[in-house]
């Protein structure tokens, strides 16, 4: 595919230099449909980003889309605040009915505002309030948001460094296999609990990923977590469970800690919980927990109607029938594995290890550049991959649920020739 970037024009002239993704896919995106999006010249790529993890159920998803028209023609409410509306009465029964009770989770639910680190602040903000303890402790590689709050318990030195102030009431532990096996999980942890002269303030709360996506694809095995959660447990401390990314079933279950068998104190969701890509964010917590005064916690956005129409559109279309997008997923990502195993042994010198879980993952690659390489050379061949990793040392596969099996393998061939092609 020959690919003419855009002229300098209001992109560079105006818009902020902060803007990341339009600098590695260089293209004026018009139109997306399912798992393709198509440039203002014509130009079809196969989507393997899925906005973050935004758009599980794909770009435009026809239900929720005529859901969302349906709302918007009969003048529903749009911005509402915190207040009732039908559809955010609709979206909790749904939410309740499909989500919660069948999981036999008692969870409140709050709307902190419209963004993931809103709701990583409500969570840290909570733990705080109902433990009356500053600290929290996070792990290596972790990214849980751009704001103050969710950067002090970020590991990314680049996004911390932004902050451009002290970045503090945050402690970091090893993340499950960060030691390469050579310690026994948590000891280093447990003893600083332990001991009264190790300098570790008594934390309110531990959060963390499940699968660190922007870290690198690190995933954490479900015997780990279960240890984490017994830990919490003994130690007086919340567990939060950031469920931004891999939470709406990107992993295989609804939330990606199922699998493990625990239940988190609080649980963040976001991005795909709109179910369109519409701003939107959860903050869920044990009903013991809901100690807030009015008001005490809000923001102007936390009402987002239209949001809240298509994420009960999600729910009922692909999580009220008993699990066959849960089984699609694990299936894909069966499908993802096999390539991936195909692609590593062609490219044994170069690839340094895949990971992944239901429909996110990884090629980490011992050349440290070569990741980069391999997404623009992608993007050149019609397939948008992005990176991730401290040094985005990872080639970071994130379709979309609803991809067919077609469209699945039409993009490993593409990921395939890109790795081919970019060796040295």
Known sequence: MTITPPALSVFETVESEVRSY????????????????????GHEYLDFFAGAGSLNYGHNNPVLKRALLDYLERDGITHGLDMATTAKRTFLETFQNVVLRPRDLPYKVMFPGPTGT???????????????????VSFTNAFHGMSLGSLAVTGNAFKR?????????GTPMPFDNYLDGQVPDFLWFERLLEDQGSGLNKPAAVIVETVQGEGGINVARPEWLRALADLCRRQDMLLIVDDIQMGCGRTGAFFSFEEAG????????????????????LCLF?????????????????????????ATAALEAYWADGGALEKQTRARGEQVEQALISITEENLVDIKEYRGHGLVWGIEFHDKARASAVARRAFELGLLVETSGPQSEVAKLLPPLTITQDELDEGLRTLARAVRETAV
Not at 22 to 41: H, I, K, N, Y
Not at 274 to 280: H, Q, T
């Open 118 to 136: 809103n709701a990583v602040e409500a969570a840290l903000k909570l733990a705080r309030k109902v433990k009356g303890r500053e600290s929290i």
């Open 22 to 41: 339009c600098r590695g896919w260089p293209a004026v995106f018009d139109r997306a449909q399912g798992a393709r999006l198509t440039d203002e010249d």
């Open 262 to 281: 625990i239940t988190p104190d609080i649980v963040t969701l976001s991005k795909s919980i709109s179910g369109y890509g519409l701003p939107m964010s």
């Open 286 to 310: 044990r009903p013991e927990l809901d100690v807030w005064e009015p008001g005490e916690h809000n923001g102007t956005f936390r009402g987002n109607n239209p949001a809240f129409v298509t």
């Open 161 to 169: 460094a932004g902050a451009g102030i002290p970045l503090v009431h």
